[in-house]
């Protein structure tokens, strides 16, 4: 009988081993990437909406048709005040989660959560260079990112889904830029 024992409790053990061992080398959940497909077009019509609009207004002035060129040269300087206020932190922010998320299932978790603080930065900068309506989707990001610092810190369990929707939300935000920044302000006292 104590045989029996001796060979069943060595048997466990070594079954027991070869499980710990087993989970051990599995490589963990694999990483996804939080960001839907995306190129970087909208910077691209932004500059060349800017640079049409000063060619516009170049022809105009070279055929002395001076009295639209202010107006011209107002649409470029809001074509540019809208790519600094808000598309190209917006995409540094994009850059600045997915890295966080790359990162944070690496198991680089100090590293991760110092890349969703500058995206934090970026978003109070730009929640304080647009107008109260723009701000909104800004702030929203904001709380979103908030929610997920606490879920690294404290429910590990909902990360990877506030990955996920904050992930969503700024490319969306990205994208649609347009649509956000629409007939919104900007300060343009910031720049």
């Known amino acids: 009988m104590k045989k029996i024992l001796l060979i069943l409790l060595i048997l466990g053990l070594v079954v027991s081993g070869k499980l710990i061992f087993d989970a051990a080398q599995s ?17 691209d019509e932004q500059v060349d909406k800017a640079i049409k609009h000063l ?5 105009k002035n070279n055929r002395g048709q001076c009295q639209k ?44 959560k110092d890349k969703l603080q500058r995206a934090r930065e970026l978003l109070l900068k730009m929640d304080d260079s647009l107008s109260n309506k723009a ?30 929707e904050l992930g969503h939300r700024v490319n969306m935000m990205v994208l649609k830029g347009a649509l ?7 300060k343009k006292s910031k720049h």
């Not at 990001?141 to 996920?164: C, H, Q, R, T, Y």
């Open 180 to 186: 956000i920044i629409n007939e919104a302000d900007l």
């Open 135 to 164: 701000a909104k989707p800004v702030t929203e990001a904001m709380f979103m990112l908030e929610e997920l610092i606490l879920a690294i810190d404290f429910s590990p369990e909902k990360v990877s889904e506030k990955f996920n």
């Open 27 to 43: 490589p963990r959940e694999p990483w996804k990437p939080v960001m839907e497909e995306s190129g970087f077009e909208y910077l």
């Open 69 to 112: 060129e202010g107006e011209y040269l107002q649409i470029v300087l809001n074509s540019l005040l809208e790519l600094k206020s808000y598309y190209i932190p917006m995409t540094n922010i994009r850059q600045l989660i997915y890295d966080a998320d790359r990162l944070y299932y690496l198991q680089e978790v100090e590293k991760a």
């Open 55 to 59: 060619n516009d207004a170049i022809e």
